[in-house]
């Protein structure tokens, strides 16, 4: 047998699991579900039927009971429930080069080649929202004017909504409720996120505007050419995957000391 409840309900997981004195309902009501459901049971009738929280004994209980096949099963649905839940990071780049009818700002030049990026939860924690957009946290920001670095950093960025026409805002100087100068597709390009506006999902992909504009004292508009966004998932630390197989190994490890 792999990892049998003896193992996961006696040791060193018994030591660490005991201590606490209930263990979260949540877990509990997903395993005993997916257990009724390998049985055949349909999912109407698999429930969890505990108020609040459960005594830890209760889950060891659970494990114990079940046939060998299942607990390995179990085990491994625990281990994943167990580890730290984060959302996604998505990073966002774009480039390209201005027009020669731009005007000179800190963010812009005639002919000049631009360049920049940042990061956002893939569930941002939310500044401003409307009907229309939404204003988000984001980190890391940066930006490159002719190739060498500019130190500026948006007062927002804002994402709109397929209703007010999709697209982007990222304003450089001024508040949300009047933006002085910037960078914009907004009303000119996909909607980037799922969801609400209040509670928007961020999305990877590409993302190609049908109009692109520098504007600077809020309404001189200079046409650009049209732009793409590039958003892409951040990949997972290797300290993730290593904490994974750690715990891997102690449970692999028991099991030969057992059997020697």
């Not at 002719?146 to 709109?160: E, H, Q, Y």
């Not at 910037?182 to 505007?209: H, V």
Request: positive net charge; aromatic residues 14%; hydrophobic residues 40%.
């Amino acid at each position: 047998m792999f990892w049998h409840s003896s193992v996961f309900c006696s040791g060193f997981w018994h030591k660490w699991l005991y201590p606490v004195p209930w263990v979260e309902q949540s877990y509990l009501g997903r395993i005993a579900r997916l257990r009724g459901l390998l049985r055949g049971a349909s999912p109407s009738t698999t429930s969890f039927n505990l108020p609040g929280v459960v005594p830890a004994k209760r889950f060891c209980h659970i494990m114990s009971s079940m046939k060998p096949t299942l607990n390995r099963r179990f085990l491994l649905v625990v281990v994943l429930c167990w580890l730290p839940a984060h959302a996604a990071t998505i990073s966002y780049s774009d480039s390209g080069t201005f027009t020669a009818s731009t005007p000179t700002t800190p963010f812009s030049g005639p002919s000049e080649a631009w360049a920049f990026s940042f990061q956002a939860n893939s569930n941002p924690t939310v500044l401003e929202s409307n009907a229309g957009s939404v204003d988000f946290a984001f980190s890391n920001f940066s930006y490159s004017l002719d190739n060498s670095p500019v130190a500026i950093v948006p007062t927002f960025i804002r994402f709109g909504s397929s209703t007010l026409g999709g697209g982007w805002l990222m304003c450089l100087n001024g508040p949300t409720t009047n933006c002085l100068a910037g960078l914009s597709t907004l009303g000119a390009g996909p909607q980037m996120y799922t969801g609400t506006t209040s509670a928007p999902t961020l999305i990877p992909g590409a993302f190609t505007s049908n109009v692109f504009v520098v504007f600077v004292n809020t309404t001189l508009l200079f046409t650009q050419p049209n732009t793409t966004v590039l958003a892409t998932a951040a990949i997972p630390e290797p300290s993730t995957f290593l904490s994974l197989a750690a715990g891997l190994l102690v449970f692999g490890g028991r099991r030969l000391y057992r059997r020697g």
